[in-house]
């Protein structure tokens, strides 16, 4: 048999599905990939049921049925101001991994460089190997996972094509302020590089934070391939809807990679969508406060397990320093979990370039029943890590 491409040994298949895989196996509680276990609104329910019946089994325009652009358009405008045209500026994609991957095709060429900061949301580094881009890594160091702007100057001076932000962070919880943002949009103009953003946890962010659309930062525009997605937003991950938004011109190359690579989302998934697009204000309002009161029913188990926790300031994961459990690497004890606490978490080194191994993320959006059955099972590593000290 000939050899498999060599690019695809230099990753692993995702460690996040993976443990998703373990979970079930075990009949864990699922705290690892990140999935509401709860409905999407029923706006969106009635809205699927109507479009089954509807004109919409055939592939819809490649780039994304012109009703779906259209309320994507101003959903996007009335929230971060910028004014986006349909059929200029929007790729509708299978969900913001794929956003993600043809934002990268389309920047960048065989052999440039892309700034990824770690710790990072897995598929990053894979997108930029597979579109033949080498990731150069930029620590964002605990607590707050800020970045240091020398280190970060000096992986600009290697002439990267472009840079990769997630905000709201996974697996942080980090959001990033406008400061920051501008520091990071500075260094981009300086030395002409894409950024290329990753906002599908734009409505899940804490009081007091807010969330900054980079695209809309003075100048910014020409320069962001903003990637999202609707998973997040309307609890609907299996449906597998996000998009690309850029200048015209990007837009334009951007779309042959998309039609070349999935010709295109659902159709009657994007004219189901729709009525999510369309969701008053107060929806979103109410999806913060959704998330606000999980994370603040799953972090005081957390708190009583005595184990040291990131806080997320934004998105829904919370990243537990296991170390002391006296485990010597992070799978381990992420498998241990599994197997004799209940609870999947991701083991925390799939997302650092550096050999970390302190962390196993856990995720919240789940129904408060579930997480406080899984917070019962967790507060359980009090004694374990008592114990271990003793022992
Ligand atoms: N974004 C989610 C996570 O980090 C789900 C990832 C996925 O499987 N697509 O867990």
Redesign the pocket.
């Known amino acids: 048999m000939p050899p498999t491409a060599s690019r695809l040994q230099v990753f692993t298949e ?1 460690v ?2 993976g443990m998703s895989r373990l979970a079930s196996r075990h009949g864990a509680i699922n705290l690892a ?3 509401p276990d709860f409905d999407p609104p029923e706006e969106l329910l009635v809205a699927l049921e109507r479009a089954t019946r509807g004109p919409h089994h055939q592939y819809a325009v490649t780039w994304g049925a012109p009703r779906f652009r259209e309320a994507l358009a101003r959903k996007i405008t009335r929230f971060s101001s910028v004014p986006i045209h349909p059929d200029e500026h929007l790729v509708v994609t299978c969900g913001s ?1 794929e956003a993600m991957m043809v934002a990268m095709m389309t920047a960048c060429n065989p052999g440039d460089k892309v700034i990824v900061f770690s710790p990072f ?1 897995e598929n990053y580094a894979a997108d930029a190997i597979l579109s033949g881009a080498q990731p150069i890594y930029v620590p964002l160091r605990p607590p707050d996972f800020d970045f240091c702007l020398d280190e970060l100057t000096r992986a600009f001076e290697q002439k990267p094509k472009a840079i990769v932000v997630c905000n709201p962070s ?1 697996p942080t919880g980090k959001v990033f302020s406008r400061d920051e943002l501008m520091q990071i949009l500075r260094l981009a103009e300086q030395h002409d590089a894409f950024v290329i953003t990753d906002e599908p946890y734009e409505h899940i962010v804490f009081e007091p934070r807010q969330h900054e659309y980079f695209a809309a930062l003075p100048g910014a525009f020409e320069r962001t391939i903003t990637c999202n997605s609707l998973s997040k937003t309307y609890s609907i991950t299996g449906w597998r809807l996000g998009y690309v938004q850029a200048a015209p011109q990007v837009i334009a190359q951007a779309r042959k990679v998309h039609d070349f690579l999935t010709v295109g989302a659902a159709a009657p998934l994007q004219e189901a969508a729709v009525a999510g697009l369309e969701l008053p204000d107060s929806y979103y309002a109410g999806l913060r406060e959704l998330y606000t009161r999980k994370r603040d029913v799953f972090l005081p188990y957390l708190r009583e397990t005595g184990l040291p926790f990131t806080e997320p300031q934004g998105a829904y994961y919370v990243m537990l320093d296991v170390s002391s459990l006296g485990f010597a690497r992070d799978h381990d004890a992420a498998e241990w979990l599994v197997r004799e606490i209940g609870v999947a978490g991701v083991p925390g080194s799939s997302f650092f370039r550096e050999p970390e191994h302190r962390y196993v993320r856990f ?1 919240f959006a789940k129904r408060e029943e579930t997480l406080r059955a899984a917070g019962e099972k967790l507060v359980r590593l009090r004694e374990v890590a008592a114990s271990r000290k003793r022992g």
């Open positions: 995702s996040i599905r990939q990140g999935f991994t949301y996974n995720h």
